[in-house]
């Protein structure tokens, strides 16, 4: 006689099943508890970016560092937008973090500094490990907040806007006045840049700084801008500074609007597509890179080998867990070369060499 349409000798098949099943997660748990690692090879493991915008230039190719980096892994890239909108960015991240169970790897340019905080308190609550960029407090340190917060990577700010401003300075003949725009006033990359300005401006007495106005790192913004003060101030501009190339677009739009485009020289700093192709054509003189693919890459990278135990965060020295990253200053003399290198072809990453382009502790001025 045929048993197996019996529905009590299936419900007494499937409960053994059942409880055989439940011993053999009991016994994954177990050797999960020794050896982390293989919960987390056995599960499927998110890669997100969150980051301002995707019509910034800049923000659009540290999109692609983290899509590359998660391609790489085989595993799936979520990115977050914040639109300049703190409480979104905030949200979201809190949003992705309940989706993925927090079986997650984190890299975040916060909108702001303040947004740090409940950014990484909301990280650490979860077991969530992140890498920062750019903006957070400072009394605020990876260290503090060990394993999850694994780095917060930056720029010396000022470093790079006197770089730029200086290529800016020697282009004008070291006399004349200049224009200045500045990004968003609270962020630590806006204050670091305008900084840099403030102390080649003291190596350059003969430069004079007409005006400086904030223009939230935005082309859209800057444009308007400058219209403005090449009405008021006229032939009085002999050269404009930008806090970012995306501004520095919006200023050469304007430039080019009345003909002035490669008579007045306009420095920026990211090393953005348009930004080297305009160095190319002679409109544009000087931007630096602090290489947005590698941000990209670099910040999950660091991470997803926290998270697989392959660094110990606890264990690296402060200069591994907050650093300045070592930029490239773009001008004539090099511009093909990193045009080939950058844009003609897809840039490479050692996602291996976790330190290699550390150049430097953060410094803090209080």
Same mark, same amino acid.
């Given at each position: ?20 099943? =439940? ?20 599960? /499927? ?69 303040? &947004? ?21 407090? &400072? ?106 190339? &995306? ?27 348009? =930004? ?11 931007? /630096?890179?602090? &290489? ?53 072809? /897809? ?20």
């Amino acid at each position: 006689m045929n048993n197996n349409n019996d529905p009590a000798r299936f419900l007494a098949i499937n409960r053994r099943k059942l409880l055989l099943g =439940a011993a053999s997660l009991a016994g994954v748990g177990a050797a999960s508890a020794l050896m982390p690692g293989m919960l987390w090879a056995q599960t /499927t493991l998110t890669f997100s970016n969150s980051f301002r915008s995707l019509t910034n230039p800049y923000h659009a190719i540290f999109n692609r560092g983290g899509a590359a980096y998660a391609a790489g892994q085989n595993m799936p890239y979520s990115p977050l937008v914040t639109e300049g909108n703190s409480q979104k960015g905030i949200a979201d991240i809190r949003a992705l973090i309940a989706k993925t169970e927090g079986n997650l790897v984190l890299n975040i340019e916060p909108n702001d500094s303040a &947004d740090a905080r409940a950014i990484i308190e909301q990280c650490v609550k979860a077991g969530v490990y992140v890498t920062t960029v750019w903006n957070k407090p &400072d009394d605020m340190h990876p260290w503090d907040y060990s394993p999850y917060w694994v780095a917060h990577i930056s720029e010396d700010g000022q470093a790079v806007g006197e770089a730029v401003a200086t290529e800016l300075f020697e282009a004008m003949g070291g006399s004349g006045g200049i224009v200045a725009l500045g990004g968003i006033l609270s962020n630590v990359a806006a204050i670091g840049r305008r900084s840099g300005l403030e102390a080649a401006l003291k190596k350059y007495p003969g430069i004079t700084l007409l005006d400086f106005q904030a223009a939230d790192w935005s082309a859209n913004k800057a444009f308007p801008i400058v219209q403005s003060w090449l009405t008021r101030f006229n032939s009085g501009i002999k050269g404009i500074w930008c806090a970012n190339d &995306d501004m520095g677009m919006g200023a050469l739009e304007a430039l080019r609007g009345e003909g002035l485009a490669g008579m007045i020289p306009v420095v920026g700093i990211d090393g953005i597509e348009q =930004a080297v192709e305009a160095i190319r054509t002679g409109e544009y003189i000087a931007t /630096t890179s602090l &290489d947005p693919y590698w941000l990209g890459s670099m910040g999950l990278a660091l991470g997803h080998a926290a998270k697989t135990g392959r660094i110990d965060p606890a264990k690296e020295p402060h200069e591994h867990r907050e650093f300045y990253v070592r930029p490239q200053l773009v001008t004539k003399a090099n511009v093909e070369e990193f045009y080939a290198s950058n844009f003609k072809s /897809t840039p490479v990453v050692d996602v291996n060499d976790f330190w290699g382009r550390v150049a430097g502790p953060i410094r803090y001025t209080s």
